[in-house]
């Protein structure tokens, strides 16, 4: 990687710097959509609750997942958000000031044992909201591919190979 950095430039990340329950739930709505689909639908969560920003968790936990569904979550994303936001209400979910005092490794288990938050969601959330350089989320599959056109490879490497393979990097 260190030669590709130095050739293309180290990444500029601004993170987002949000609430973890609402960048956790942008992403849960983002979970295998164009980022088109999943704005709309995350425009259509959001005008669920008023135009006061973002939804509490509480809020949240007061729709039912028929009015979730209704702003076009599937059934298991409707599910997904509403235990998110319980996890959030019973304090679960860190905080943006506990997650400064979290390790990677301490936030993705945590994040990782709440049904709807994988892995990629978890590390979606170190890269882009919390600005942590150094995860690399190598079941993405645009990662994947990445390496693949970096490295000028024929085979799309897997991730075991993305991660652990000297030759790829």
Known sequence: MARLIDRLGAPKLRPRRLPP??????????????GQAAGT???RFRALFGDDGFPTPAAVLGASPERLRSAGLSRPKASYVLGLARKAVDGYVPTLDEC???????????LTGIKGVGRWTAE???????????????HDLGVRKGFQFAYDRRKLPDAREAWHERKWW
Do not use: C, K, W, Y
């Open 41 to 43: 639908i995350l425009g």
């Open 21 to 34: 329950f609402q960048s956790l739930t942008h992403a849960v709505i983002h979970q295998q959509l164009s």
């Open 100 to 110: 400064d005092r979290m390790t990677d490794a301490e936030i993705m288990e945590r």
């Open 124 to 138: 979606m959330l170190l890269i882009f909201n919390l600005g942590r350089p150094n995860v690399l989320p190598v």
